[in-house]
């Protein structure tokens, strides 16, 4: 059974750096893990990143590109997203997420953690 938990959310100023981590427990060959986000007033949760289990391998939407980085420590199963020059149009609820690579690449995820909230405000 895959769990997922974030934690590392806050409020943090415009411009300014936050690190999500996610404790991952379970299973994963050929998984991906990955971040999506729920911004205020929209049902759907927009892909941010992720990464592959067998490789190390990152993707970005272009909403991270250049701004966002997604790691992982195999030896402690944790996920992170280091998210640098934040704006306020990043405040969201936060999901780590993980699903078999295959799926993945199709935006779906099958086990969810409960998220943690990020808010960017001076």
């Known amino acids: 059974q895959v769990h997922l938990q974030e934690s590392g959310g806050g409020l943090v100023r415009p411009g300014g750096s936050l690190r999500l981590s996610c404790a991952a427990s379970?299973?994963?060959?050929?998984?991906?893990i990955g971040w999506l986000r729920r911004t205020p007033g929209k049902e759907v949760r927009d892909f941010v990143a992720r990464i592959s289990t067998c490789c190390d391998e990152p993707y970005y939407s272009d909403i991270a590109k250049g701004r966002f980085t997604i790691s992982r420590d195999a030896t402690k199963n944790m996920v992170y997203l280091q998210m640098n020059n934040l704006t306020p149009e990043d405040s969201a609820v936060y999901f780590c997420?993980?699903?078999?690579?295959?799926?993945?690449?199709?935006?779906?995820?099958?086990?969810w953690g409960q998220g943690a909230q990020v808010n960017v405000s001076s």
């Open positions: 997420a993980a699903s078999p690579l295959y799926w993945a690449l199709r935006l779906r995820y099958d086990y």
């Open positions: 379970g299973s994963f060959d050929d998984y991906a």
